[in-house]
């Protein structure tokens, strides 16, 4: 009930095994067959369980590893993932690490991490990440003052230790002709310019019916965004 599945990656120095990183993917809800005829119940798992739980298993992992013949000195990281539920429309969260060093059979220390993702808009954010999601609405209201047929957008926030460190975007609208997508992108880029920190990175995805538009990327470490008009 607490683990989904394994990941492994080894990492090669000169052609010999330099280290290995295991994800170990854990399940934030499960579900339990209820009554004939009834929809599963669903059990949420509380972080700090979960937590426990992922340690357990990363301390079982380790031990299985070293046990490996050839494996009894190459660095290891462990890192826990708590996965979404099913059905959420932002993915899970790492939320601790562990770095077993060369000769090291066990682990000795685990490193907790606050990472979380927002969506925009929601109760969520309005709640948690207050500023941007008024940020977010004035944004939404200037495009579709200027454009009617404007049909929304949803952002997606990635925080780390509370900071914003990358806002994703997705518009959806619907276009009459080149020009007037053009003059969209155009107009959208310039509000992202003048509503968003500029220190950080914005993907600005624009989609109608058909599908993928327009991108806007804008990259701190340049003055001006990357704006690209799909053909």
Excluded: C
């Amino acid at each position: 009930e607490y683990l989904a599945h394994i990941l492994e990656q080894d990492y090669l120095i000169e052609n010999q095994l330099g280290g290995i990183s295991i994800g170990l993917a854990l399940t934030s809800v499960y579900y339990v067959e209820g009554e004939p005829g009834a929809a599963p119940k669903e059990v949420v798992i509380d972080r700090q369980e979960l937590l426990i739980e992922g340690k357990k298993i990363g301390d079982e992992v380790v031990k299985r590893l070293r046990a490996i013949d050839g494996l009894e000195s190459v660095p290891i990281t462990i890192a826990l993932y708590e996965q979404a539920p099913i059905g959420s429309v932002l993915p899970g969260n790492f939320i601790s690490v562990a770095n077993i060093s060369s000769g090291e059979k066990t682990i000795s220390s685990w490193t907790d991490l606050d990472e979380q993702y927002y969506l925009f808009p929601s109760t969520k954010a309005t709640n948690g990440q207050a500023e941007l999601a008024t940020i977010f609405d004035a944004f939404q209201q200037d495009i579709t003052s200027a454009f009617p047929n404007f049909n929304g957008a949803v952002g997606q926030g990635f925080y780390i230790d509370d900071n914003l460190v990358s806002l994703d975007i997705s518009i959806s609208m619907e276009f009459y002709s080149e020009t007037e997508l053009i003059s969209f992108t155009q107009f959208v880029t310039s509000k992202m310019i003048d509503y968003f920190p500029a220190h950080i990175p914005i993907e600005i995805e624009i989609n109608s019916s058909d599908g993928p538009e327009s991108v806007i990327v804008r990259d701190p470490e340049r003055k001006e965004p990357l704006v690209h008009i799909i053909q």
